[in-house]
């Protein structure tokens, strides 16, 4: 059982920032943390995700204006959201993924809504 607490979704303003945090606790180990989104109408993507050993990726579509971080110590992801723009509408979705087996917890969601 993995529980999550997600914060830091809002309204903003095309071009303003936003900073999510996402807080895992429960039996998993050995895991690499990230941010799903999804936009209505839109498939699922996976827009960051951050190892153990602190390696990053990003989708193009946020690369230069999202930053993930972690605290290991804590279970805790973070995503700074830059620049934001309409199209970053959507509910984000942090996850945990152990890296033996694969499997992926998500977190319950938090909108963030872009106006243009």
């Known amino acids: 059982q993995v529980e999550f607490v997600e914060s830091g979704g809002g309204l903003v303003q095309s071009g303003g920032s936003l900073r999510l945090s996402c807080a895992a606790s429960g039996r998993f180990s050995f895991v690499s943390m990230g941010w799903y989104r999804q936009a209505p109408g839109k498939l699922r993507e996976s827009v960051a995700v951050i190892s153990r050993a602190g390696n990053t990726k990003y989708a193009d579509s946020v690369k230069g204006r999202f930053t993930i971080s972690r605290d290991s110590t804590k279970n805790t992801v973070y995503l700074q959201m830059n620049s934001l723009k309409f199209d970053d509408t959507a509910v984000y979705y942090c996850?945990?993924?152990?890296?033996?087996?694969?499997?992926?917890?998500w977190g319950q969601g938090t909108q963030v809504t872009v106006s243009s």
């Open positions: 996850y945990v993924r152990e890296i033996l087996s694969g499997i992926e917890y």
